[in-house]
């Protein structure tokens, strides 16, 4: 990993937190009202959506330089959004664990090599949600276990058609996004082995 730019060790003024008021709650998310002080010294007040669960998503890579998309059907947008396996993990729990369940569930895919490529804050304005990446290979075909909600398709494409579809606005799942890019750069960077990333850039 490359050495922190110096720009990066200055921070800012925080944010001061007054009392907190309880909006909302289930369970997977909880909504507060707090009383705050921005960092100017101004009184205000902020609406914080805290997440019980920490975002996963993995990069399932085939030998051949495919990958394995879902498409599914998304509530908020009120879309179909076509997106690398998402899901969520319980924050006590192994990432890497609720990965594993994740990819076995949505795709019917087994990993043999796990890599995690990618840390991200989602939405940090008003969320607290935090996510973390996979690059997954060594793949093998097992019986797939959908959530009772979720009515899942499968398309196994070329890793550069995804990426190509993705940053042509395509693929708006903003994970997906972060996730393609960064195998991409990692591919191009020397960071991959080198059978594994002529395949995903061809």
Do not use: C
Not at 22 to 33: G, M
Not at 155 to 177: C, N, Q, S, Y
Request: aromatic share 6%; proline share 6%; charged share 25%.
């Amino acid at each position: 990993m490359s050495q922190k730019p110096a720009w990066l060790t200055t921070d800012g003024a925080p944010w001061g937190r007054g009392r907190a008021r309880l909006v909302y709650d289930n369970p997977w998310i909880r909504v507060t009202e707090h009383d705050a002080v921005a960092p100017t010294g101004a009184a205000a007040v902020y609406g914080l959506v805290e997440f019980k669960n920490l975002a996963l998503a993995i990069l399932p890579v085939f030998d051949d330089g495919t990958i394995m998309l879902v498409g599914q059907a998304r509530f908020p947008a009120q879309d179909y959004s076509w997106e690398l396996p998402e899901g969520g993990g319980p924050l006590g729990v192994d990432p890497l664990e609720s990965a594993r369940r994740e990819l076995r569930e949505e795709t019917g895919l087994e990993a043999a090599q796990w890599l995690p490529i990618l840390e991200a804050q989602l939405s940090n304005s008003v969320t607290d949600e935090r996510a973390i990446g996979y690059l997954a290979t060594g793949l093998t075909e097992v019986e797939a276990d959908p959530d009772e909600t979720e009515l899942l398709a499968l398309a196994r494409v070329p890793f550069r058609e995804a990426l190509d579809a993705a940053m042509a606005g395509h693929m708006k799942d903003m994970l997906t996004v972060a996730m393609l890019l960064r195998g991409y750069h990692m591919a191009r960077e020397g960071s991959l082995p080198g059978a594994l990333a002529r395949a995903m850039l061809s």
